[in-house]
């Protein structure tokens, strides 16, 4: 299938081409045509599958159908995201796709001056992106009204819970009309995500692409089983392995991505973090370097990461282990995108395992164990024991006895 088969005007597919893309991905296949024929969605789609464009294309082209009527009232078309980041990702995607048409579309977000932001709001853009923060302080201060909006998306809805947000939808639904379309992308589907979507969305139809618990296959994985206190060293080796650049590490703590950066500096790798205690504006000039090549790795923490969107990006290195397992599937869905190739590396020091335990349970495979390494431990064989039980708790135990399981993990090759 091509995108000139979705009943997409002349100027969208214009657009898309000058961009260099002809074929949609499997969520843009399913979603774009429900949209455009008027109905709730509630879709399971994981980062890098093409969500933006799924429900961006189809609203773009309503748009253009639509008539002018009035005086205008504010926006048809409310994009709500849970970071700065990926607020204004989505924002770089729809210019591209408005490009060749008069659709206008804006992006707010707080960590920077209102002033700007309220000066393009001016302007009458038909397409907002926004944060729920920034939103809502906007909406208190009148410089914005939501009685004209036709379409509401929620994107990464999962993430939004999980930051605290949902208040904040719920003021914000409320300025909004009951007479809408209203999308919900989500990347998991706890009975949280299921309840908001039964208050807010009338009768949607439901699309999952791929399961909430699957890893796209275009990605290698594997594990190297590392002392903690080695895991600078690895990083360093790995990276002057690479050669390429462009090496996404993810950090459990803003306090650790910072020190990784001092170390990696140290020996002349050039680095640079983003998270929470990073301004906006140098969040943004790091993640501009990091596009443009001319630092070699990125240290982020997972809020700071979402919504980082970087073409043909090659290697994500887990450099902390996260202790939910979902996050584990978000973080390395930063490469492997849109159908490239890519590969996430992870350390696991010892007290991590059980971490490692709650990932491969969840994706439903065992990660291949890297042996062969220049600081591979000595006691590798303990990483191989599987628990004897579900697991119950987010923390290693360190205690627990195990029993080795019959079949070991596979060395990656």
Same mark, same amino acid.
């Given at each position: 299938?091509?995108?000139?088969?979705?009943?997409?005007?002349?100027?969208?597919?214009?657009?898309?081409?000058? $961009?260099?893309?002809?074929? !949609?991905?499997?969520?843009? *296949?399913?979603?774009?045509?429900?949209?455009?024929?008027?109905?709730?969605?509630?879709?399971? $789609?994981?980062?890098?599958?093409?969500?933006?464009?799924?429900?961006?294309?189809?609203?773009?082209?309503?748009?253009?159908?639509?008539?002018?009527?009035?005086?205008?009232?504010?926006?048809?078309?409310?994009?709500?995201? !849970?970071?700065? #980041?990926?607020?204004?990702?989505?924002?770089?995607?729809? $210019?591209?796709?408005?490009?060749?048409?008069?659709?206008?579309?804006?992006?707010?977000?707080?960590? +920077?001056?209102?002033?700007?932001?309220?000066?393009?709001?001016?302007?009458?853009?038909?397409?907002?992106?926004?944060?729920?923060?920034?939103?809502?302080?906007?909406?208190?201060?009148?410089?914005?009204?939501?009685?004209?909006?036709?379409?509401?998306?929620?994107? *990464?809805? /999962?993430?939004?819970?999980?930051?605290?947000?949902?208040?904040?939808?719920?003021?914000?639904?409320?300025?909004?009309?009951?007479?809408?379309?209203?999308?919900?992308?989500?990347?998991?589907?706890?009975?949280?995500? #299921?309840?908001?979507?039964? $208050?807010?969305?009338?009768?949607?139809?439901?699309?999952? +692409?791929?399961?909430?618990?699957?890893?796209?296959?275009?990605?290698?994985?594997?594990?190297? !089983?590392?002392?903690?206190?080695?895991?600078?060293?690895?990083?360093?080796?790995?990276? &002057?392995? /690479?050669?390429?650049?462009?090496?996404?590490?993810?950090?459990?703590?803003?306090?650790?991505?910072?020190?990784?950066?001092?170390?990696?500096?140290? +020996?002349?790798?050039?680095?640079?973090?983003?998270?929470?205690?990073?301004?906006?504006?140098?969040?943004?000039?790091?993640?501009?370097?990091?596009?443009?090549?001319?630092?070699?790795?990125?240290?982020?923490?997972?809020?700071?990461?979402?919504?980082?969107?970087? /073409?043909?990006?090659?290697?994500?290195?887990?450099?902390?282990?996260?202790? *939910?397992?979902?996050?584990?599937?978000?973080?390395?869905?930063?490469?492997?995108?849109?159908?490239?190739?890519?590969?996430?590396?992870?350390?696991? /020091?010892?007290? *991590?395992?059980?971490?490692?335990?709650?990932?491969?349970?969840?994706?439903?495979?065992?990660?291949?164990?890297?042996?062969?390494?220049?600081?591979?431990?000595?006691?590798?064989?303990?990483?191989?024991?599987?628990?004897?039980?579900?697991?119950?708790?987010?923390?290693?135990?360190?205690?627990?006895?195990?029993?080795?399981?019959?079949? &070991?993990?596979?060395?990656?090759?």
């Amino acid at each position: 299938m091509l995108f000139t088969s979705l009943n997409l005007s002349k100027p969208i597919i214009q657009a898309l081409e000058s $961009a260099g893309y002809h074929t !949609p991905t499997p969520i843009q *296949e399913q979603a774009i045509p429900t949209i455009l024929a008027h109905h709730d969605v509630l879709a399971c $789609a994981q980062t890098g599958t093409g969500k933006t464009a799924a429900f961006s294309l189809p609203i773009i082209e309503r748009l253009l159908a639509s008539k002018n009527e009035g005086a205008y009232q504010g926006p048809k078309a409310l994009i709500l995201a !849970p970071t700065r #980041e990926l607020a204004i990702q989505i924002g770089e995607n729809i $210019a591209v796709y408005v490009s060749r048409t008069h659709i206008k579309q804006t992006v707010v977000f707080g960590g +920077v001056s209102v002033v700007n932001q309220i000066a393009e709001l001016r302007k009458r853009p038909e397409i907002v992106v926004a944060t729920p923060g920034r939103l809502l302080d906007l909406l208190n201060q009148r410089a914005l009204s939501l009685k004209a909006v036709n379409f509401l998306v929620l994107d *990464e809805a /999962d993430r939004m819970l999980d930051m605290g947000f949902i208040k904040d939808i719920q003021r914000i639904i409320s300025n909004i009309p009951a007479e809408r379309q209203t999308l919900l992308f989500s990347a998991t589907m706890p009975k949280e995500i #299921e309840s908001l979507a039964n $208050a807010i969305l009338k009768n949607p139809r439901h699309i999952a +692409v791929t399961p909430v618990s699957s890893t796209i296959d275009t990605i290698k994985q594997a594990v190297y !089983p590392v002392a903690k206190a080695d895991k600078i060293d690895l990083l360093c080796h790995l990276v &002057r392995q /690479d050669g390429n650049g462009n090496v996404l590490v993810f950090s459990r703590t803003k306090h650790g991505a910072d020190k990784i950066v001092r170390k990696l500096r140290k +020996v002349n790798i050039t680095a640079e973090a983003i998270h929470g205690n990073k301004s906006q504006q140098a969040r943004q000039k790091a993640l501009k370097a990091f596009k443009a090549g001319t630092i070699a790795v990125l240290v982020a923490t997972d809020i700071a990461a979402r919504g980082i969107d970087i /073409d043909r990006l090659q290697l994500v290195i887990n450099y902390d282990l996260p202790n *939910e397992p979902e996050t584990y599937v978000h973080r390395i869905g930063r490469t492997g995108r849109a159908g490239e190739s890519g590969t996430a590396l992870s350390f696991c /020091d010892i007290e *991590e395992r059980e971490y490692l335990w709650q990932i491969s349970k969840l994706i439903k495979q065992q990660l291949p164990l890297v042996e062969n390494h220049p600081f591979a431990p000595a006691n590798i064989a303990d990483y191989e024991h599987k628990p004897t039980q579900a697991v119950a708790t987010n923390k290693p135990n360190k205690n627990k006895k195990r029993r080795r399981p019959q079949q &070991r993990f596979r060395t990656a090759v």
